[in-house]
């Protein structure tokens, strides 16, 4: 059995999606079961979608584009051990008397 979460994370836009094969019933507060004809959809979503409840029953799950993630800038030592491997690369290179 799948449940959900019925209000999405704060700042999120993301609605947590649970499975316990062993339930038959919704077993958390604040969540809702997923009916069969809709767990490929929660689980496609991967929880970033809009869900339609009527009657306290999730008729419907709409998907929603994940957010890309923001650019960071490498630290300083990913830098370093970048610089580190390009230059191995090029002794490497003139090692075997190879030119670019």
Request: hydrophobic share 35%; proline share 9%.
């Amino acid at each position: 059995m799948h449940i959900i979460k019925i209000t999405p994370l704060e700042g999120a836009d993301f609605h947590p999606i649970q499975s316990q094969s062993h339930r038959n019933s919704c077993w958390l507060d604040g969540y809702i079961a997923v009916p069969e004809h809709l767990v490929g959809k929660a689980v496609e979503s991967s929880g970033f979608c809009h869900l339609v409840i009527q009657d306290d029953i999730l008729v419907d799950i709409e998907p929603r584009s994940m957010p890309e993630p923001a650019p960071r800038e490498p630290t300083p030592e990913e830098d370093r051990e970048g610089m580190l491997v390009d230059h191995e690369y090029r002794l490497t290179l003139l090692e075997l008397g190879v030119s670019e």
